[in-house]
């Protein structure tokens, strides 16, 4: 679908926006480090080299960090803009709503408004990390046009953002979206989470990896790519391994598409990168658990690492008073971006 791009932008988009010199801050807040960067009215990113969260130093740690990096965004942007930006826009772990981060586990925060994270008198928005990613890829990704879809992002974890008319659903608390803790296999492996059988337990980049080490432990393979490649090289172990991992999939995608309907699903995080090798397979285990309906396309996520970012860019315009920004942007605007 990022095909589409070129045809659908309109040919006046950057003459329109040029003139206007507004600009937003946008931050992707991971577990450990985060992303962020500039991007104005029109779709020009400028990305600042990621910082460390501080973690380990404790929740009011990484709070001071994330408003250092803001402070150092907002001061690059007067530099370039001569103005202070438009809005802030920040994607966080954990249960969030669009004012206060309000609780993560991975990061130990609770209840951090959004305030504390931007200077006094600029507007800021917060949005859950995986959502964000969704909204991104919604408005400007693989599910530009496609109102109704799943975002799943494989990486460590497995986390969905669940897209219905064009707006990522939190549920009534904000947790919605969790489909790597929805169980697969109820006789299954123990999660981390306490639960048993989840589907991030076999089908997360770190499950390949310590699943195959587990049954293979005279050899380490260092990445769940290394397990993909060795799988697709015809190595048994890994081969069961990765054929596990898409089985839970598949099981885990047909209960969504029974229940929503959904027009794609778009596949991101580390994972994805393997491409058809984990699309061909999924697909073909998909449709052979649904029977009497077909199977929506699966997707290869179109922005990459920088799908957070983007969408914390998306959610500072939305904070600016500008909630329709980035339906016009194009994708070569996207790409050139990296200025700095
Ligand atoms: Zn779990």
């Known amino acids: 679908m990022s095909s589409d791009f070129k045809s659908s932008e309109p040919a006046s988009t950057d003459e329109e926006h040029a003139a206007d010199p507004r600009y937003v801050v946008a931050l992707d807040v991971g577990g450990t480090s985060m992303k962020g960067g500039l991007v104005t009215r029109c779709g020009e990113v400028t990305s600042l080299e990621g910082r460390p969260t501080g973690r380990d130093s404790g929740p009011e740690t990484v709070v001071t960090a994330v408003r250092g990096y803001v402070d150092e965004l907002v001061e690059l942007g007067v530099t370039r803009y001569g103005a202070p930006p438009a809005g802030v826009g920040l994607a966080v772990p954990g249960i969030v709503t669009a004012s206060t981060a309000v609780y993560s586990a991975n990061i130990g925060w609770h209840d951090v408004p959004a305030t504390a994270f931007v200077p006094p008198g600029i507007p800021a928005r917060l949005g859950h990390d995986v959502r964000t990613g969704g909204l991104a890829e919604s408005v400007l990704g693989a599910g530009r046009g496609v ?28 947790c919605g979206g969790e489909i790597g803790h929805a169980p697969v296999w109820p006789a299954g492996e ?59 999939l598949a099981i885990s995608l047909a209960s969504y598409v029974m229940v929503l309907d959904p027009a794609a699903i778009v596949i991101g995080g580390g994972l994805a990168e393997a491409g058809e090798t984990l699309l061909d397979p999924l697909g073909e285990r998909l449709s052979a658990r649904l029977t009497f309906r077909q199977r929506p396309p699966l997707l290869v996520a179109a922005l990459g690492m920088r799908t957070g970012m983007l969408g914390a860019a998306l959610l500072g315009w939305q904070a600016a008073g500008v909630p329709d920004a980035g339906r016009d942007w194009s994708l070569d605007v996207l790409r050139r971006g990296a200025v700095s």
Do not use: M, N, W
């Not at 986390?159 to 549920?171: D, H």
């Not at 639960?195 to 195959?212: D, F, H, K, P, W």
């Not at 990445?223 to 015809?234: E, I």
């Open 190 to 248: 123990k999660c981390a989470c306490g639960q048993i059988g989840c589907l991030e337990t076999y089908a997360s980049a770190s499950a390949l990896v310590r699943r195959y080490e587990a049954r293979s432990p005279s050899r380490t393979a260092a990445t769940a790519k290394d397990v993909v490649s060795l799988a697709v090289a015809g190595d048994p172990v890994a081969g069961e391994v990765f054929g596990e991992a898409v089985e839970a």
């Open 147 to 174: 109102t109704d879809f799943l975002f799943l992002a494989i990486g460590t974890g497995i986390a969905g953002a669940v897209v219905i008319g064009g707006e990522p659903y939190g549920g009534a608390d904000g």
